[in-house]
């Protein structure tokens, strides 16, 4: 596991039924793209997070295939609909078999 | 020599931006909340030398000027988060937390940042706030200080600067504080290495026009730590400094050494009255 | 002072470009990545929007956004970057809108191409040249 990963999501606490809402996600990573070498030439391996996903109540909101290409510090945002109260659940997939997740309720009416 | 440096700093420069600038007029407001002064009168010590002062946020591109306005596309704030962590957590010989004295930083750090570097009587010096964060590591924790310029240390500088964002910078530049301000203005205007460059030269002679690709700023730092989007991490003001002083081709001075410690207080006093925005985000 | 000069330039993405490693024989071409995504189908010229800036201020991190409506899929490649591949954002019974941003890495100036998959199981492409300048000072 990468040192330090910190997960940070922005969700309304509220919404209407069947409101769309945006939904920001970042979380630290150092996404190495194992394009750089460090200070003896040597190589530094590849080690990213290859996968983030968003689902509702278990059903899938949006699932990304990530690359090295990625900046630092991962950042998404997108929109989701919200059919009725519960649980958004943020799930990011490491290269080195580390998973980190968050969870955020949201409350309808 | 003056004619040399005029003409490394000419090669250096030029003068039509080249890069798509952002609206001049855009205001910084984060989270829809917090109204930032980027650009206001000059305080009275700078009378002559610079007809307004401007945040660097005023000198970025829009995309880069919209990822400080939300605290979730501004990616400092993962930083804060973990020096919250870390505020919470006992280490040292005697057991203690940031948050064993001081409580949360909602109600203990607020306006602290503006006010840095800071005459500290007791010690009889001027102290930086990492400086102060290091004194509480030592004497009263009894923990390891942090690097000067490492991540702990910028972290914990972002945590305690959130509760001054949208307040005026306003230090003290007189009474026991002034003789070190005095020294901090003589190296602003003093030039470094074989570039033959001061601080002057670049960001009060020069500040809108490029240097290379890049806008040059007032180097304010009203917005310190940033999170630079070259390097993706939270940087001090002293790792800033070491780096312009080094881009003069010259020997600099160590993060946390008294020159440092002397510019950093001129160099905020130059800022006073632009809005505390760290962590703010640049290029 | 020379070292670490070289030292910090080696950690900044300004150095990948000087640094890239040859491609491996495994690494895809931008050609056969889209012939992958597609299975060879035509692409129209409209149906997907790709936002970026057309000059990044560093490129390390450069904000992108991709919009089709209707899409299943959009797929993002940077053409110039020693491998292509950015990622793809497929969207789930859920989503609010065809839509996402994020931030990547650029190498160079270069092509950045989006490519959607639409539910019809029509395609559509575009691309945004995107400059990326080399800041003024190593600091």
């Not at chain 2, 004295?101 to 940042?113: D, Q």
């Not at chain 2, 230090?171 to 003789?179: K, L």
């Not at chain 3, 070289?6 to 300004?14: H, Q």
């Not at chain 3, 991190?61 to 993002?76: L, Q, R, Y």
Request: hydrophobic residues 40%; aromatic residues 6%; contains cysteine.
């Amino acid at each position: 596991m990468a040192e330090g990963v910190t997960p940070r999501v922005k969700v309304p606490k509220k919404a209407d039924a069947g409101e769309v809402i945006t939904i920001k996600t970042l979380i630290s990573h150092p996404m190495e793209s194992g394009q750089r070498k460090d200070s003896d030439g040597n190589v530094i391996p590849q080690s990213i997070i290859n996968r983030f996903t968003c689902e509702f109540n278990g059903e899938n909101v949006i699932d990304i295939k990530m690359e090295p290409a990625m900046s630092t510090n991962p950042y998404f945002e997108f929109d989701a609909k919200v059919p009725e109260a519960g649980d958004f659940k943020f799930t990011w997939y490491d290269d080195d078999g580390s998973i980190y997740e968050e969870v955020k309720s949201v409350a309808v009416g | 020599m003056k004619f040399k440096a005029m003409t490394a700093v000419a090669a250096l420069l030029v003068a039509a931006p080249i890069m798509g600038m952002a609206d001049e007029e855009a205001e910084l407001v984060v989270n829809g909340e917090i109204e930032m002064v980027t650009k206001t009168e000059p305080p009275a010590h700078l009378e002559g030398a610079l007809p307004e002062i401007m945040s660097g946020w005023r000198f970025r591109s829009d995309e880069t000027q919209q990822t400080q306005m939300d605290d979730f596309d501004n990616p400092g704030m993962i930083f804060v988060d973990q020096a919250q962590a870390a505020w919470d957590t006992a280490e040292g010989s005697e057991g203690k937390s940031c948050a064993s004295c001081h409580n949360e930083p909602a109600s203990s750090m607020e306006g602290v940042r503006a006010v840095y570097p800071k005459w500290n009587e007791e010690a009889g010096e001027v102290r930086t706030l990492a400086m102060q964060i290091n004194d509480c590591r030592e004497n009263q924790m009894g923990a390891e200080p942090w690097k000067y310029t490492g991540n702990e240390m910028t972290a914990m500088e972002a945590l305690i600067s959130i509760e001054s964002r949208g307040m005026p910078v306003n230090v003290a530049i007189d009474g026991p504080a002034q003789s070190v301000w005095e020294e901090g203005k003589e190296m602003y205007y003093t030039r470094y290495g074989q570039l033959e460059l001061s601080c002057a030269n670049c960001h009060e002679d020069n500040y809108g026009n490029m240097i290379r690709a890049d806008h040059l700023s007032q180097g304010q730092i009203n917005g310190f730590p940033v999170y630079r989007l070259k390097n993706a991490k939270l940087n001090g003001s002293h790792a800033r400094f070491k780096g312009c002083v080094r881009d003069t081709r010259a020997e600099t001075f160590k993060p946390g050494s008294p020159e440092f410690v002397a510019l950093e207080l001129y160099v905020a006093s130059r800022g006073n009255g632009l809005s505390v925005e760290a962590p703010s985000v640049r290029n | 002072m020379n070292f670490s000069r070289r030292e910090t330039l080696g950690l900044g993405l300004g150095a990948m470009a000087l640094t890239i490693l040859p491609m491996g024989a495994s690494a895809a071409t931008v050609d056969e990545l889209i012939a992958e995504f597609t299975g060879g189908a035509d692409m129209a010229d409209t149906g997907v929007t790709l936002t970026a800036p057309e000059i990044a201020e560093n490129g390390n991190t450069v904000p992108i956004s991709v919009e089709a409506e209707g899409a299943s899929e959009i797929m993002v490649l940077a053409t110039g970057n020693p491998t292509p591949p950015v990622g793809t954002f497929k969207f789930g019974p859920l989503a609010g809108s065809r839509s996402a941003s994020t931030r990547i890495r650029l190498a160079t100036t270069q092509e950045v191409v989006a490519i959607a998959k639409l539910e019809d199981g029509t395609f559509a492409r575009t691309s945004a040249e995107i400059k990326v300048t080399i800041g003024g000072c190593g600091g």
